[in-house]
């Protein structure tokens, strides 16, 4: 039978586990290879004691190579069986100074890093592919150049048979933020009457709920293995009971499609395992 393979492109050490820790660890479970890639090395990370960026003590070098230790470990506790790594600069947050410093992602010519993605998806031929959406979820540059390059690099080669974006469900949105305020995390509220940019989609025009609860546990480890970002992980605050209900549910729209497989749906194969099967 042949093998079926995902691939999900990152942008930092540690996304991973976020919003596709439970498509990757039940992939991983079903006999589904799982392909990593992760685009950037995630120097505007934490340093050892939570020393940011900037700060005295902040070595990017040295975050870089904990970082990667840190991914490796969420990989095995996520079953996935490829690990690729682009190896950008960091770009860090939207304004930041290091947007455009030399390497980062955020500057990097999109048809350059699309070209070095689309020869690993030549070499593993995923059968589905995860990214984020165009506004890279919430505006994150690096997410935004993941997006760019992954969907450029799509336009490279034939394939793969279905291609989503990460979202969640606006109708959670409420809930979700204000577990996120009692954890202790930052949430920004607009000014003068601005309206708050939306994150996320109306449920309507989500196409694809995946219950990925029964991986709860190695959703949170994955996270937890990331100890250098505890801080800014508000998420590992929650315990795994909450975690697991908060999180345990994936969501996607689903943006290319060769299988005809009819929608709303619950599975990143559906209409592949029966091909495949047959």
């Known amino acids: 039978m042949p093998e079926l393979t995902l691939m999900a492109v990152h942008a930092h050490p540690d996304d991973e586990a976020t919003g596709t820790g439970g498509v990757l660890a039940a992939a991983a479970a079903d006999g589904i290879r799982t392909v990593l890639v992760t685009c950037t090395d995630g120097r505007c990370g934490d340093g050892p004691g939570g020393v940011k960026p900037g700060e005295p003590g902040h070595d990017p070098a040295a975050v870089v190579a904990l970082r990667e230790?840190?991914?490796?470990?969420?990989?095995?506790?996520?079953?996935v069986e490829q690990l690729e790594l682009l190896g950008y600069a960091d770009s860090g947050m939207m304004g930041w100074e290091t947007n455009d410093a030399p390497g980062a992602f955020w500057t990097t010519p999109v048809d350059e890093a699309a070209r070095r993605l689309a020869a690993l998806m030549a070499h593993h031929r995923p059968d589905v592919v995860v990214t984020y959406d165009e506004n890279g979820f919430y505006g994150?540059?690096?997410?935004?150049?993941a997006h760019r390059i992954t969907m450029a690099a799509l336009d490279l080669l034939d394939g793969p048979a279905k291609v989503y974006w990460t979202t969640t469900p606006r109708s959670r949105m409420a809930e979700f933020r204000q577990t996120m305020i009692d954890l202790g995390a930052e949430w920004d509220e607009p000014e003068d009457g601005a309206e708050a940019p939306e994150i996320g989609l109306p449920d309507d025009e989500i196409t694809t709920w995946v219950d990925t609860a029964a991986y709860g546990r190695q959703k949170y480890d994955a996270l937890a293995a990331h100890a250098s970002q505890s801080e800014n992980i508000f998420f590992l605050k929650m315990g795994l009971e909450l975690f697991t209900e908060t999180m345990g549910l994936e969501t996607f729209v689903r943006v290319r499609d060769t299988t005809g497989a009819p929608l709303p749906e619950t599975d990143l194969f559906a209409g592949l395992r029966r091909a495949v099967a047959g």
């Open 69 to 79: 230790v840190e991914l490796r470990r969420s990989c095995e506790i996520l079953g």
């Open 140 to 145: 994150h540059p690096d997410h935004i150049q």
